[in-house]
């Protein structure tokens, strides 16, 4: 094969979410994800300290699952769990962001789950290794479409919940975030340059557990409207 070929077949498309009430796309440059920002999922876990600052990692742009999508049930894991998220998009980028001013680069919010190989987070926890493959693996951030901030404003409160088969698994309020929204961009403007189309997924509450292929989750954060996805087959 050619190398031109083969140079234009690896080159990633672009990964972009809808735009509630226009016809644009959201381009997603990256996905950051807050780890530990619920005191009752901190607790649920038996892990950290509640005071502890903000940690972050990131998951490839093209683990995006489009609203109504399937989520094939990855390789590497016997404990698929979700985890129920506000996603926060970044519309204009800056670095070293003060707190009064980062919701001022907060362009939109959605809702996604972070998806996770549970057996394999703990496992490198454990063993003091990397989340990646715990975290950041294909498909794993299924998310909804983009709500601008001109349309809902700042989701600071409201009821955050994940139902499975039309059970509730996990219920909260966006309010009992440890770090909220403008603390958290501004934190996280200190360890990297932020960017337009970045998203930060920024925590979950209670209930995370386990899906298998079949389950269907719904996610609801009000104000956000739901997100539907079914689970695949293994992989
Ligand atoms: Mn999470």
Avoid at 6 to 22: F, H, Q, Y
Avoid at 42 to 68: C, H, S, W
Avoid at 122 to 130: D, F, K
Avoid at 161 to 185: H, P, Y
Wanted: with cysteine; proline share 6%.
């Amino acid at each position: 094969m050619l190398l031109s070929r083969i140079a234009r077949d690896a080159a990633p498309s672009s990964i972009s979410l809808p735009v509630v009430g226009t016809e644009s796309l959201f381009e997603v440059r990256r996905i950051y994800c807050v780890g530990r920002n619920y005191v009752d999922h901190i607790r649920e876990m038996k892990e950290g300290d509640e005071r502890d600052p903000p940690f972050f990692f990131q998951k490839p742009t093209d683990a995006i699952v489009l609203n109504g999508d399937v989520v094939p049930y990855p390789l590497l894991t016997d404990d698929f769990q979700h985890e129920i998220e506000l996603v926060a998009a970044i519309g204009r980028g800056g670095q070293r962001i003060a707190p009064t001013e980062a919701l001022d680069h907060v362009c939109g919010y959605a809702v996604g789950i972070d998806m996770t190989r549970r057996d394999r987070q703990r496992e490198a926890r454990e063993r003091g290794l990397p989340w990646e493959i715990g975290k950041s693996f294909d498909r794993s951030a299924p998310c909804g479409p983009i709500h601008p901030v001109d349309r809902v404003g700042h989701i600071g409160s409201g009821n955050i919940s994940l139902t499975v088969n039309g059970a509730l698994r996990q219920r909260g309020d966006v309010a009992q975030m440890i770090w909220n929204v403008a603390e958290i961009v501004a934190n996280l403007s200190f360890h990297y340059a932020l960017h337009t189309g970045d998203l930060i997924f920024t925590g979950t509450p209670a209930g995370v557990g386990p899906v298998v292929p079949g389950d269907h989750m719904v996610g609801s954060i009000d104000g956000l409207g739901d997100i539907s996805f079914i689970i695949g087959e293994r992989i």
